[in-house]
């Protein structure tokens, strides 16, 4: 997943310079404050949050992609969690505490914004985040001792969020300043070693900025024309690429006795299905109008069900050659298919990562935003057959495990 987070960040540069070829691009600075929270699931009795205000800085990147689309990248650093109280249970803690968990990340939001039009423009915004954990501190106290250091060992690298917010800007002249207010849903599950609950973050973001270097204004075609284009008939040519980010329910069986709704040693059914977060990254070359061949990598995280352990912290990713044929070419549906190989990674300290086949099917639709740019909604099956060597004991053989994932994604497709 380290990797996905480096590639996409690599992918967002690229989707900038290729839609600035035709576009006005902003760059500017922004700052704020981030009431941030954490939410457990299930909630654990005398266990509570409460909302923390951290700081929030960074850089924003404005493509303007129509007279009132935009695509706005913002590489920022982001203060995120939670306040806490633990009350007495008279076994583990016999006195109540109080503190907070301070996590520190560098997150990258990707978002489209619709404006309005005038000397005032009010807008809305919504899009994907990623955030890599930089560093994590808690900080305890009860009535006879303090503590506070470092946790990031209880918190995983990587966090997915979905963000929305509102708006308004005042442009003047070659600048432009904007307040805005942004709410950001946590996706995933970031506490480590966490089996039958999920930690997420979330936050409210208030803030202000200004965009003040302008480039990439292509002075010569008209608005009307470049409002026009994405409605023309699709064309794509040469290399491709695209990235997003969905929700899946996931499924994992285990094949012992030929049926493991009970697990291995397990004193009830475990549920079959499971919902998590997932995002994906392509690439590849156009063999023709209908016809396009790449590489897929995509990845699902969330509590692993119906193994042999019991439910586990997971991710199910796949990495397959994929074939996409558009059936009429100058429209933007298409179907897929690929193989390749899967994964089975457990999150756990000790854990361990298991490979095997990976098949894969789906369908979807190119919605052109400008020239080259599309949103391409889709709705994706893959599946996964690894051998999980982590199981094997004195007691327990190595266990074929089959998973398969069925999402719907909303991502950025550059042809």
Not at 90 to 99: A, S
Not at 126 to 134: F, I, R, W
Not at 272 to 297: D, F, I, P, Q, V
Not at 389 to 413: C, M, Q, R, Y
Request: proline residues 5%; glycine residues 14%; aromatic residues 8%.
């Amino acid at each position: 997943m380290i990797k996905l987070v480096t590639l996409s960040l690599v992918a967002v540069p690229v989707l900038t310079l290729a839609t600035s070829a035709s576009a006005e691009t902003r760059i500017g600075l922004l700052g704020g404050v981030n009431v941030a929270g954490l939410r457990l699931t299930p909630a654990e009795s005398g266990f509570s949050f409460s909302t923390l205000t951290r700081p929030t800085a960074g850089v924003v990147v404005d493509v303007s992609l129509n007279d009132r689309l935009s695509l706005l990248l913002e590489p920022m650093f982001l203060g995120k969690g939670s306040r806490f109280r633990i009350e007495p249970d008279g076994y583990f803690f016999k006195e109540g505490v109080t503190g907070s968990y301070r996590l520190s990340y560098l997150e990258l939001p990707v978002l489209f914004r619709v404006s309005g039009r005038g000397k005032v423009q009010p807008y809305v915004t919504a899009g994907p985040t990623v955030g890599y954990l930089l560093g994590a501190r808690i900080r305890g106290q009860s009535q006879s001792m303090e503590v506070e250091k470092d946790d990031k060992k209880d918190f995983k690298k990587l966090d997915l969020g979905l963000d929305l917010g509102a708006g308004v800007r005042f442009p003047a002249g070659s600048a432009s300043l904007f307040v805005e207010g942004r709410y950001v849903l946590g996706l995933w599950n970031v506490g480590q070693d966490i089996y039958d609950s999920k930690l997420r973050t979330r936050g409210f973001r208030a803030g202000a900025g200004v965009t003040f270097f302008s480039l990439g204004r292509r002075r010569d075609e008209p608005a009307s024309t470049a409002a026009a284009s994405p409605r023309r008939a699709q064309e794509r040519h040469g290399l491709w690429f695209g990235f997003g980010m969905g929700h899946g329910a996931a499924a994992t069986t285990c094949p012992l006795t030929g049926d493991c709704s009970q697990g291995n040693g397990q004193s009830g059914p475990l549920a079959s299905r499971e919902g998590g977060a997932t995002a994906y990254l392509k690439l590849g070359g156009t063999l023709g109008s209908r016809l396009l061949l790449g590489a897929e990598l995509t990845a699902w995280s969330g509590l692993a069900v119906a193994i042999p352990s019991g439910r586990r912290d997971a991710t199910l990713a796949n990495l397959l050659a994929t074939a996409y044929l558009y059936p009429v070419p100058s429209a933007g549906f298409f179907l897929k298919g690929g193989v390749g190989v899967s994964s089975y990674a457990r999150h756990e300290r000790s854990g361990s990562t298991s490979l095997g086949l990976g098949l894969g099917t789906g369908i979807g639709y190119d919605v052109r935003i400008a020239r080259n740019v599309s949103l391409t909604p889709g709705v994706n099956f893959v599946r996964g057959f690894v051998r999980d060597k982590s199981t094997a004991g004195p007691f327990t053989p190595e266990v074929d495990l089959k998973h398969n994932v069925l999402d719907i994604t909303l991502g950025v497709t550059v042809h």
